[in-house]
Each structure stands twice: as structure tokens, then as C-alpha cells.
């Protein structure tokens, strides 16, 4: 059975920056693409950042890009993404997720595979 499982959430200052971690059990995936999105409150869950199978391609959303960066290990199965420069809009539960194929995708219907959620918090 598939798992992942996100960490290093939590309460930071407007200014301050967080490392997200996802780690993946029950099988490894050196082939598909990921990324993480999230979710704020009343809002729909939205396209944060996405790399390719080998790390060699990455996508961002206008609004955190040059602030974070997604990274990943495949020795590791494990997806990561630095956030710098945290504002109070970068508030929601962040979720990592597993792509169906290899590329990068802004569309949260190309990934079958989802984390259980981490809480990010900005406060002003």
C-alpha cells in the first residue's frame, strides 16, 4: 500500500522560511513526476510546484516562485520543497502528491497518489 506522508509544517513568522518533507513507502516512484499543492481555508486546493521523474524539470506557481523550490531524492523516495520568504497568503495545509506519469503538472487530476496534509502557517 502506497504512503506518503509530509513533515516539517508549523508556525512561522511573515519573513521566516520552512523545509517540507514527503516521504513515499510501498513502492518507489523514480518514474513519475510530483508536486505539492495546497489548500487554505474556502479555497480550492491550488498548483504550488511540480518536478519531473529525474529532478531535471520544475514548475512553479507565479505566486511562490523565486521563494520556493521543490527538490527531490529517488534514493531516498523522498520530495521536498524550501520555502523562503513566507507571507501570511502562503497560510493552508500543504499536500504532496505522485504524479501518473513522468512530466510536471499544474493539474491536481494528474495525480492518483496524495499525502495526508501538513498545516503551514504565516503569521504577520
Known amino acids: 500500500q502506497v504512503h506518503l506522508v509530509e513533515s516539517g509544517g508549523g508556525l512561522v513568522q511573515a519573513g521566516g522560511s520552512l523545509s517540507l ?13 510530483m508536486g505539492w499543492f ?11 510546484a511540480a518536478i519531473n521523474w ?3 524539470i ?10 520556493f523550490t521543490i527538490s527531490r531524492d529517488n534514493a531516498k ?19 504532496c502528491a ?8 499544474n493539474s491536481p487530476n494528474l495525480y492518483n497518489y496524495w499525502g495526508q496534509g501538513i498545516q503551514v502557517t504565516v503569521s504577520s
Open 21 to 33: 518533507s514527503c516521504a513515499a513507502s510501498g513502492r518507489t516512484f523514480n518514474s513519475n513526476g
Open 38 to 48: 495546497r489548500q487554505a481555508p474556502g479555497k480550492d486546493r491550488e498548483f504550488v
Open 54 to 56: 529525474n529532478g531535471g
Open 58 to 67: 520544475t514548475n512553479y506557481a507565479n505566486t511562490v516562485k523565486g521563494r
Open 77 to 95: 523516495n523522498t520530495l521536498y520543497l524550501q520555502m523562503n520568504s513566507l507571507q501570511p497568503e502562503d497560510t493552508a495545509v500543504y499536500y
Open 98 to 105: 505522485v504524479a501518473v506519469a513522468g512530466y510536471t503538472y
